[in-house]
């Protein structure tokens, strides 16, 4: 074949790359899609919060891999029938389960600018970099930490904290760690978190290696918060008994009850036992930015690290978690790794070094940056802390009515936006009927709470999270609580009932 004929038969044919061979159709469809996933969140409050998935449309999406494709219209048809109506339904306002954000539309846009820039944020010399390290320095100076911290967008804090433990662990061990494994240094090493803390710290320390055994989870107070008292106590007796303490995970907003430990002590506790002092802020750790919370979170400032999620309270769309490192050398000797593919050179695109790869275990990462960046640019600190401010007097509004009503009991103390209860019955069927009345809301659509367990007994849990939730959204839970408590059937009831 001659060079010619070569170079003409690699030509691409419409069929041969993934490019529309009519940009105006596509423009179209989009602009549908755009307008479509507006009025989606414009009028959100017209659809129900969740609703089951009927088989027929789960069945939708078992069907073989496709070896011939379809027009996009056909996809997206599918997408607005059977994906759109049954999606969880944190963008609603009435969604009050575990602990999500509600996203904005300027977060939605974003994650479309995102998208088609499909930038990958491992490492070299692009704006999306210089974005996510602005990003970096917004958020050390939201918790006063100094210029040489680092920090790296993640999945989310059970990622963070994850990363937490093992740049504690290189902090303790040393980098040889990282070739020769924690051994048996390793094997005597422990860590200290509250019983209220969330599961995925014991995680961290099992993905760790260190063994879930490994981590104390010392007693709370009446509020929740971890006895610092006993933490001493038990770092004592574990170093008494041959053991190495290297860390404690204090809570920035307990998963149950939205709790704050005492973040000061803690620092204190840890700079005069010489262990790493990192801090689960999953949600509450953004309660910096309201002026009326920032105070609970004194000592926060003091951290080694900090886990946080923008997702949450940041009202970022998913995901955007967040690690924060105080020494950013520490942060590095942690995850680091030479590799001739990813040799750093001083001009050109594979400039600008230290990467975030350098930082975390990922090397390709999107740019969950970008809608974080638009959500703080677009909104500013001020608003989403009054936002945060305004979610947490909500959950006061809550409580407030719980306390009136002689059907209802308050089962834990509101710290912040998080509020435990239950419907009175005799403690034989309790459990079992507020399970149900969770259950019975949730297929309703008229609100979505989750439920925990408080001291052995199964509350109803509201976490009020979403800048759209409304006194109405609270005054619509309360109602329908009491008639699935009375027994009225889920279908009767109507959103605003
Ligand atoms: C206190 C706390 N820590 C960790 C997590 C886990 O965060 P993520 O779901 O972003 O991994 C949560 C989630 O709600 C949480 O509330």
Redesign the pocket.
């Known amino acids: 074949m001659t060079q010619q004929l070569r170079k003409e038969s690699l030509r691409p044919q419409p069929s041969e790359t993934l490019d529309p061979e009519s940009w105006d159709e596509i423009r179209a469809q989009g602009h549908r899609m755009l307008d479509d996933m507006i009025d989606y969140v414009a009028d959100i409050r017209a659809r129900p919060v969740w609703q089951p998935i009927p088989t027929s449309v789960r069945a939708e999406f078992r069907k073989a891999l496709p070896r011939q494709g379809s027009e996009l219209g056909e996809a997206y048809r599918e997408f607005t029938d059977f994906v759109l109506p049954y999606a969880t339904g944190n963008v609603h306002p009435g969604f009050m389960g575990?602990?999500h954000g509600g996203g904005s539309a300027v977060g939605m846009l974003a994650e479309m600018l995102a998208a088609g820039l499909n930038a990958n944020l491992g490492g070299r010399d692009h704006m999306p970099i210089e974005v996510e390290r602005q990003v970096v320095d917004w958020t050390r100076e939201m918790f006063g930490f100094p210029s040489t911290a680092s920090g790296l967008f993640v999945?989310?804090?059970?990622?963070a904290?994850l990363m937490a433990v093992l740049v504690a662990r290189t902090a303790t061990l040393g980098r040889l760690s990282r070739r020769h494994g924690i051994g048996n240094a390793g094997a005597l090493m422990t860590a200290y978190t509250s019983k209220a803390a969330?599961g995925?710290v014991t995680r961290a320390m099992d993905i760790a290696g260190f063994g879930s055994d490994a981590l104390r989870c010392i007693g709370v107070d009446g509020a929740h918060r971890i006895d610092v008292a006993a933490l001493r106590a038990q770092i004592a007796c574990d170093r008494e008994a041959g053991l190495r303490p290297f860390l404690v995970v204090g809570?920035a907003?307990?998963?149950d009850i939205g709790a704050i430990d005492d973040l000061a002590a803690l620092a204190q506790l840890c700079r005069e036992e010489e262990l790493w002092f990192h801090v689960?802020g999953?949600?509450g750790a953004l309660g910096v930015l309201a002026p009326s919370l920032a105070p609970l979170l004194a000592g926060i400032e003091q951290a080694d690290s900090i886990a946080l999620?923008f997702?949450?309270w940041g009202q970022v769309p998913y995901?955007a978690?967040f690690l924060l490192v105080r020494d950013g050398e520490r942060h590095r000797e942690a995850f680091a790794a030479p590799a001739a593919y990813l040799r750093r050179e001083t001009r050109g695109l594979a400039a600008n070094s230290p990467w975030p790869c350098d930082l975390g275990p990922d090397l390709s990462r999107g740019f969950r940056a970008l809608k974080t960046w638009f959500t703080l640019k677009t909104y500013g600190t001020e608003k989403l802390g009054a936002i945060i401010a305004r979610t947490c007097a909500l959950a006061g509004y809550l409580e407030a009515r719980i306390l009136a009503e002689p059907r209802l009991e308050l089962m834990a103390p509101v710290n912040l936006n998080i509020v435990c209860f239950r419907y009175r019955a005799a403690d034989h069927v309790s459990d079992q009927l507020n399970a149900d009345i969770v259950a019975d809301l949730h297929e309703s659509g008229i609100a979505a709470p989750s439920s925990t367990m408080i001291d052995g007994r199964l509350a109803i849990r509201a976490a009020i999270v979403n800048h759209r939730t409304d006194v109405e959204d609270i005054d619509a839970l309360i109602a329908a609580v009491l008639n699935f408590g009375a027994g009225v059937t889920a279908p009767s009831l109507q959103p605003g009932d």
């Open positions: 575990w602990v999945t989310g804090t059970s990622m904290n969330h995925c809570s907003g307990t998963v689960d999953a949600f999620d997702h949450k995901d978690g």
